[in-house]
């Protein structure tokens, strides 16, 4: 089944913004294997496809051993993922770009992994700054990329955005 990913920093949204996603859906935790620490979930959407939810990255109290040991868990996941359709990354709208993200979406885009952006927590800012922010960050990407990944903006508080993203799935779905 295809796979969509969802990535970003620590405290970012992405449980909100996954149990956002996954309401009213048919849903089923496929568990990872037993035994194993599971940092990495997969839920089964309406029998057609994958949510796989990666652990966040960046967080600021964990040792150097302990990133080291999250970074192996995602690009272990990355490596071997034929299934893998797309991969969202989650940003906070509120924030400027982050060394972390950037370096991830270069990343992403050495290794021929196709991604998204989701801002998140767009509850947070007036409109007009929604868009001011989303300008800049879509500024600072144009300096790297030749084109802009596709953007959506949520908010879990709100419920909006959800709709965007599982059409956006659905959409490719459909096409593969
Ligand atoms: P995670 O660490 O990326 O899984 O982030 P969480 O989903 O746990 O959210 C981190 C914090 O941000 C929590 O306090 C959430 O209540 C809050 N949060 C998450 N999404 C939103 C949102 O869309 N709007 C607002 N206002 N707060 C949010």
């Not at 496809?49 to 960046?58: A, C, Q, S």
């Not at 690009?75 to 034929?82: G, H, I, L, S, V």
């Not at 770009?97 to 767009?122: A, R, V, Y």
């Amino acid at each position: 089944l295809p796979e969509y990913a969802f990535i970003g920093r620590s405290n970012v949204g992405k449980s909100s913004l996954i149990n956002m996603l996954t309401e009213r859906k048919s849903l089923a935790k496929v568990s990872g294997k037993p035994g194993k620490t599971r940092l990495i979930n997969h839920f089964l959407i309406n029998e057609s496809w994958h949510l796989v939810d990666l652990p966040g990255y960046g967080y600021a109290k964990v040792s150097k051993k302990e990133k080291k040991i999250f970074q192996k868990y995602i690009t272990d996941y990355f490596r071997k993922r034929p299934q893998l359709v797309n991969t969202f990354l989650l940003v906070d709208i509120r924030h400027e770009p982050q060394p972390i993200d950037i370096e991830f979406m270069t990343w992403l885009g050495k290794n021929q992994i196709p991604f998204s952006i989701i801002f998140t927590k767009s509850d947070k800012l007036k409109s007009h700054q929604v868009e001011n922010n989303i300008a800049n960050y879509s500024t600072e990407l144009m300096e790297t990329w030749a084109e802009l990944p596709p953007i959506f903006i949520t908010s879990s508080s709100k419920k909006t955005g959800r709709d965007e993203v599982l059409n956006y799935i659905e959409q490719i779905n459909q096409s593969l």
